[in-house]
């Protein structure tokens, strides 16, 4: 199976600068990879599918960028609602896996 | 609006059976890819099975293959996964997901969780 990994583990930032989040394959997923959000007690909420399209109803803060292995995802300008743990999945091939998460928080 | 709405989880012994169902509402249910995610303490977020919008292709993880059975009844909008043989590391919180598969040569992902519904299970 494809495993992903994501770096930082945990990314301590101040409202209103950058986040710049990065997510790794270990093999080539082209372009089948997904961002996710989630904040305690909630589930998942999806952001970003094919490496770079926001999904409906998500703000233009969030960009992201990459294919095959090395993936970014960025918040411009945190915002209080933005503190949470980021996951990325691939979708290219099953079993579809996530990586273990990146944990936005406030600084 | 997209809702999904899990049911049935609950305290299990090792061993035992499970039903988790998921009732689907504001959208077209027979046209999607449905599934199921869990996330545990042990491996974080899992994909567990999904199935076609018609039932006819299933996917199963490796660590469920054989125990659990993914099943939907599209004049209902539910979507079901029975799981049996259950084993502590099938503790966690299971999420009903739309989308997660493949058809027609495209893969896709999910784009709607439901809440989740939690399974215990005791040694």
């Known amino acids: 199976e494809i495993v992903m990994t994501q770096s930082p583990v945990t990314l301590s930032v101040s409202p209103g600068e950058r986040a710049t989040l990065s997510c790794r394959a270990s093999e080539t997923v082209g372009t089948n990879l997904a961002w996710y959000q989630q904040k305690p007690g909630r589930a998942p909420r999806f952001l970003i599918y094919?490496?770079?399209g926001r999904a409906t109803g998500v703000p233009a803060r969030f960009s992201a960028s990459g294919s095959g292995v090395e993936f970014t995802l960025t918040i411009n300008s945190l915002q209080s609602e933005d503190f949470g743990v980021y996951y990325c999945q691939q979708y290219k091939d099953w079993p579809f896996t996530f990586g273990p998460g990146t944990r936005v928080d406030v600084k | 609006e997209v809702q999904l709405v899990e049911s049935g989880g609950g305290l299990v012994q090792r061993g035992g059976s499970l039903r988790l169902s998921c009732a689907a509402s504001?959208?077209?249910?027979?046209?999607?890819?449905m599934g199921w995610v869990r996330q545990t303490p042990g491996k974080g977020l899992e994909w567990v099975s999904s199935?076609?919008?018609?039932?006819?292709?299933?996917y199963y993880a490796d660590s469920v293959q054989g125990r659990f059975i993914i099943s939907r009844d599209n004049s209902n909008n539910a979507l079901y996964l029975q799981m049996s043989n259950l084993k502590n590391e099938d503790s966690g919180r299971y999420y009903c997901?739309?989308?997660?598969?493949?058809?027609?040569?495209?893969?896709?992902?999910?784009?709607?969780w439901g809440q989740g519904t939690l399974v215990t299970v005791s040694s």
């Open positions: 199935m076609s919008g018609a039932g006819l292709t299933t």
């Open positions: 094919s490496a770079s």
């Open positions: 997901v739309r989308g997660g598969g493949c058809t027609g040569g495209n893969c896709y992902t999910s784009d709607n």
């Open positions: 504001g959208f077209t249910f027979r046209t999607y890819l």
